[in-house]
């Protein structure tokens, strides 16, 4: 069946150092959401990518969808200590209702 | 801006009883969902809803019903609570398909 990896697990960075999560599908997507979860918050959408090589940007932030549609990234220009959180990157199989979240990425800043 | 209210934040029952969840959204969205969120285990779905009396199996669906009479409340019921149901509870709604989620704050059971 579908499977969606979101690599890595954990991610600690130093303020400042940019930061990289990414999804990757073993079958094409029909779209890809993120949200991101801040500790002891719920999640918070941020964006929708839907067509095949589609790259967003919101401020520091640049969400890119692959060209086969199987893999997903979010890029974090100089991390701040606003961006500490979980970030997911639910998937919907085609026809399907239903959005698989999975265990997300969480980023921890230093100071 | 869409609000989705849990009616409770903590929740604190006995091994055996029955347990309801109650989940309001104001947007008159279709579709609800109930998850459940376990450290080193993420999101997991437990139910969803895609309109007023309809209900889909999620993942993980072992020991829980739904109930949705209404378009904006979905009810999670675990029938006879034990203490692997310990865990926080979210619930999310949406217009339609491929449109964003908008979660609750959440509930934190503790099943004792």
């Known amino acids: 069946g579908q499977q969606v990896m979101q690599i890595p697990q954990y991610q600690h960075v130093q303020e400042g150092e940019d930061f990289t999560t990414y999804c990757n599908s073993s079958t094409t997507l029909s779209n890809i959401q993120w949200y991101k979860q801040r500790p002891g918050g719920h999640p918070v959408f941020l964006i929708q990518l839907v067509k095949s090589g589609e790259v967003k940007k919101q401020k520091r932030l640049t969400f890119q969808f692959g060209e086969a549609k199987k893999n997903s990234s979010l890029h974090i220009t100089a991390t701040q200590t606003t961006d500490v959180g979980t970030y997911f990157c639910?998937?919907?199989?085609?026809?399907?209702?239903?959005?698989?979240f999975g265990t997300g990425t969480r980023l921890t800043i230093i100071p | 801006d869409v609000k989705v209210t849990q009616s409770s934040r903590y929740l604190v029952k006995r091994t055996g009883e029955k347990v309801f969840l109650e989940c309001v959204q104001d947007?008159?969205?279709?579709?609800m969902f109930w998850y459940r969120q376990d450290p080193g285990l993420g999101l997991r779905l437990i139910y969803f809803?895609?309109?007023?009396?309809?209900?889909e199996k999620g993942d993980i669906p072992e020991g829980y019903s739904v109930s949705r009479e209404k378009k904006e409340r979905f009810s999670l019921i675990l029938e006879s609570a034990s203490t692997n149901q310990t865990s926080m509870y979210l619930c999310?709604?949406?217009?339609?398909?491929?449109?964003?989620?908008?979660f609750g704050d959440g509930t934190r059971l503790s099943i004792l």
């Open positions: 639910p998937y919907s199989q085609f026809g399907n209702e239903k959005l698989t």
């Open positions: 809803s895609y309109d007023v009396k309809m209900k």
């Open positions: 999310a709604s949406r217009r339609i398909t491929g449109q964003p989620q908008h």
């Open positions: 947007m008159d969205h279709e579709n």
